[in-house]
Nanobody, 118 residues
Framework: QVRLVEFGGALVQAGGSLRLSCVAS??????????MSWYRQAPGRQRDLVVS???????NYADSVKGRFTISRDNAENTVNLQMNSLKPEDAAVYYC??????????WGQGTQVTVSS
């Protein structure tokens, strides 16, 4: 059973930084191909892609976060991290980790709340 759990959501002031982590269990990042992504959803809005990273390290960032957010992966720890800098009030949302594993399917974490005060 694949499971994704996010950590790190918090209240932060505008201009501040936050680091989110997504830990996967039931899967092996080193041997199982995967695309890991972070999505976010603000109240009353759709869930949007923030950034994704493939097994080989290729990344795809939403324009709104380019230059401020950085995704990284630690295959040994089955973890994907999202470093968020220069946070803006419009970055406030529930952030979700999504894993696409060609052998096993698509899985979502439960989400972690990021609040940015102006």
């Amino acid at each position: 059973q694949v499971r994704l759990v996010e950590f790190g959501g918090a209240l932060v002031q505008a201009g501040g930084s936050l680091r989110l982590s997504c830990v996967a269990s039931g899967i092996n990042f080193s041997s199982d191909a995967n695309v890991m992504s972070w999505y976010r959803q603000a109240p009353g809005r759709q869930r949007d892609l923030v950034v994704s990273i493939g097994s080989g390290g290729a990344t795809n960032y939403a324009d709104s976060v380019k230059g401020r957010f950085t995704i990284s992966r630690d295959n040994a720890e089955n973890t994907v991290n999202l470093q968020m800098n220069s946070l803006k009030p419009e970055d406030a949302a529930v952030y979700y980790c999504k894993g696409y594993f060609p052998r096993f399917g698509t899985y979502w974490g439960q989400g972690t709340q990021v609040t940015v005060s102006s």
